[in-house]
């Protein structure tokens, strides 16, 4: 059976257009331009997977998966935008997106994210990589959860390789490792995106009084 | 204090109603205080003309409550102390001139009050409370002794000098007639101001606009060619981005980020090849890190040119220790040892002058995986 898909996107232009893209490989169940709708279809449909913008009227997308993941917490999401700031992005997943997509973004290449976004990876894209590594930097641990507040040395090679364009596969053979540590690598740096306490996340965020 | 002139109710331009309105005093103890100070060297005039400039425009006549008469002692004693004050600093004129404009006009203020019939009726009438009856006593013996004061000072004045009356007079008619004249061409000289700013701003936008988007919105129309419209569109989004959100130069300080996005941005523009630029920290661009640019952008041309590759990262990471710039492309790679020897392009344009900055380059290709420059200066 194929992977539901669900959109939200208030351009309603770019919808359709990713719909057309999308339509022969994912069973797409519908789609929504506003934040109630969306919130109220996604309940609905109980989808895989939804594709969802960063920016958007009345509280964006955090405000579709907070919501959602309140009463479904099986619904993925994937944050796609063409938004270049960190903050908004950080604070998308960590309200619960699994993964973050430039809509520059080729079908291909946005295919394979949403399979493996199914899957329960995360999906890094490069500008995504660049973000955390940068959120990351120069981290002095916090003394609740040091582990949680920094990222592991191989973690860092991990995102500078996804940063500079490699695809999993690529990075797995340059750094030696088979594809499934570079993706339990990737969920670990997820994990710790979503839970850290670090002083700098938590400002990223209070800048644009989100989270 | 900023207060309203008056508009109706006033003898020149309103500003001492619109002081007394204000203060919540009647109008003509305001008056008294501005004439008399105006024989302490003319102070009244030059204080008046500074509360004109400081006042803003007329309004309708507002109605003022009048101030308890507690408050209206503690202004007299205020006034009072002002003119002492004065004296005591050597700017008195002439104590008989000071003390008889100051007797007569608030003496003339005092039973001419506009709210009453007539200062007479008003004393007849058995209604007056004490304190109108109080006030228009004290009035009526100010007034009558400004008047004795001043016919035996008459004589003074022209010994002071019929002279200095007639500077002053000639002074202060000018002033009457050219006052507001002048007021208002400061005023029209302020809009004019703030309205060429405002024609500025709005014309450097419709410029912008005009030589970024539309340019390439006209470019994109005219073009057939996919990829070329989509680099067209990159490149003014990401232009059309620095502009709108300032990410461009930063309290005056280039940063490298900047600097590298925008090379990226000519060149895929000249080779229309996409670079994905991802950057990690930032720097400000110093002689040092002009040469990492330099060099990178060299290591860009020559992935556009050579490796056949469809696109390309640039990727900067600032740490502490140092700066790291690194173009990858995932095209045709070469072999070190072919490239003709009269090529100079790597040795020189790249690693001499990464060398020379200090800093140093590695290139690592594998025919038909790609090739990455990867640049490193310390700091």
Do not use: C
């Not at chain 2, 001139?97 to 019939?117: E, N, R, Y």
């Not at chain 2, 002033?175 to 507001?180: D, E, Y």
């Not at chain 2, 640019?293 to 060299?298: F, G, H, M, N």
Request: glycine content about 8%; charged content about 25%; aromatic content about 6%.
């Amino acid at each position: 059976m194929s992977i539901s898909v669900y959109l939200v996107d208030d351009h309603r232009l770019f919808l359709s257009g990713v719909r057309a893209e999308l339509s022969e490989e994912f069973h797409i169940v519908g789609s929504g331009y506003d934040v109630d709708t969306a919130i109220e279809q996604i309940r609905g449909y109980n989808p895989d997977v939804v594709l969802v913008d960063v920016h958007m009227p009345e509280g964006g997308g955090i405000a579709v998966v907070e919501a959602v993941t309140e009463t479904n917490p099986d619904v993925k999401f994937l944050a796609l935008s063409v938004s270049d700031s960190a903050e908004d992005v950080i604070a998308m997943i960590r309200a619960g997106a699994r993964g973050y997509v430039t809509k520059t973004i080729d079908p291909g290449e946005l295919s394979e994210a949403i399979i493996r976004v199914n899957a329960g990876d995360a999906v890094f894209s490069p500008r995504l990589a660049g973000f955390v590594l940068d959120a990351f930097a120069g981290a002095i641990p916090s003394d609740d959860d040091p582990e949680l507040d920094q990222l592991t040395s191989r973690e860092k090679d991990v995102l500078r390789l996804i940063a500079r364009g490699f695809a999993y596969k690529q990075v797995a053979r340059k750094l030696n490792i088979s594809i499934k540590t570079v993706e339990t690598h990737v969920s670990s740096v997820l994990r710790k995106l979503q839970l850290s306490n670090r002083h700098e996340l938590a400002r990223w965020a209070s800048k644009r009084h989100i989270v | 204090m900023t207060f309203r002139r008056r508009r109706s109710n006033r003898v020149l331009a309103g500003v001492a109603g619109g002081i007394a309105d204000t203060l919540g005093v009647r109008d003509g103890y305001v008056r008294a205080a501005f004439l008399t100070l105006l024989t302490v060297w003319g102070v009244g005039g030059i204080l008046y003309l500074l509360a004109w400039l400081l006042s803003f425009d007329r309004v309708a006549d507002i109605d003022v409550e009048q101030v308890e008469s507690r408050r209206a002692v503690g202004l007299g004693m205020a006034f009072g102390g002002l003119l002492l004050l004065m004296g005591a600093i050597g700017m008195w004129p002439n104590t008989a001139i000071v003390l008889t404009a100051a007797a007569l006009s608030f003496g003339v203020a005092a039973i001419t009050d506009p709210s009453s019939p007539g200062p007479f009726a008003a004393l007849m009438s058995p209604g007056v409370d004490s304190v109108s009856r109080t006030r228009l006593l004290i009035g009526g013996v100010l007034l009558v002794g400004g008047i004795v004061t001043f016919s035996l000072s008459v004589g003074r004045i022209f010994e002071f000098g019929i002279v200095f009356l007639a500077v002053f007079l000639t002074g202060l008619g000018i002033l009457i007639a050219f006052g507001p004249w002048v007021r208002r061409l400061l005023n029209d000289l302020g809009n004019e101001r703030n309205e060429r700013i405002r024609q500025e701003e709005r014309a450097e936008v419709a410029a912008h606009l005009h030589d970024s988007v539309l340019q390439t919105l006209a470019l994109i129309q005219r073009s057939d060619d996919p990829q070329r419209m989509a680099i067209l569109a990159r490149h003014q989004e990401s232009e059309l981005r620095d502009w709108l959100f300032g990410t461009a130069p930063l309290d005056g300080v280039d940063l490298l980020s900047t600097a590298l996005k925008q090379t990226a941005s000519r060149i895929e523009g000249d080779f229309q090849v996409p670079i994905d630029v991802v950057t990690v920290g930032d720097h400000p661009v110093d002689e040092r890190s002009k040469a990492l640019v330099a060099a990178a952008s060299e290591a860009m041309v020559n992935a556009a040119k050579h490796s056949g590759a469809d696109r390309m990262s640039l990727y900067l990471e600032v740490d502490d220790s140092a700066i790291d710039v690194i173009v990858t492309d995932q095209g045709a790679g070469f072999d070190r040892a072919s490239v003709p020897r009269h090529r100079k392009g790597i040795a020189e344009s790249i690693e001499a002058r990464m060398e020379k900055a200090g800093g140093e380059a590695r290139i690592e290709t594998v025919a038909g995986e790609g090739t990455e420059v990867i640049l490193r200066m310390p700091l």
